[in-house]
């Protein structure tokens, strides 16, 4: 019974897809119970940490014979959600775009919450974003979140909501803790500059994950 060893980009989805798992298969089992109650979401894993793969069950399926059947494999993609808000942060609705995820291209517009909502391979790693109406383009790297107890993670979802610019360091630079105190005021915090428990809960809860 093999252990993975999880590498930047992996995630219950991506891993399960690799080993022939559904992902709640390993979400759920007993042995990576203290995995998930520290991630608390599939979608989100950090370098280092370690994925129990159980052994396979062969399933015996009774058919008569002499007639002809088919069997259906089930598959379970996963979902990219994304959203768009303009300065003011008010929902970029009906932008038309053009996304590529690994060879595969999807077409379609913002909703009226400026949120794009689809259906992906379970092991898709990067894709591209395109409106070309509005001339911009964004490369999208999935599985990539780090956790929000990581100061990456805190970095990574700043970024992502447009209040910081700089790397993901996983340091407490100036950079980062203005862009706290950007939030914080955004949002009606006290204005500290520092990530703690709350700025955490409300960041991930405003990021949407």
Known sequence: MP????VQGDCFLSVADQYGFFWETLWNHPR???????RKDPAILYPGDVVFIPDKQEKVVSKSTGQMHKFKMKNIPAKL???????S???RANLKYVLDIDGKEFKGTTDGNGAINVSIP???KTGKLVFEDENEEYDLFLGYLD?????TGAQARLKGLGYYNGDNS???NPETEQAVKD???ANEMEITGQIDDSLRNKLKSVYGS
């Open 81 to 87: 959600h994304v959203r768009f808000l303009d300065d």
């Open 32 to 38: 990576n119970e203290q995995l998930k109650n520290a």
């Open 122 to 124: 379970p092991g898709a």
């Open 3 to 6: 252990l993975h060893n999880v």
């Open 183 to 185: 939030f914080q005021e």
């Open 89 to 91: 942060d008010k929902p």
């Open 147 to 151: 956790p929000i107890e990581k100061l």
């Open 170 to 172: 996983g340091e407490m």
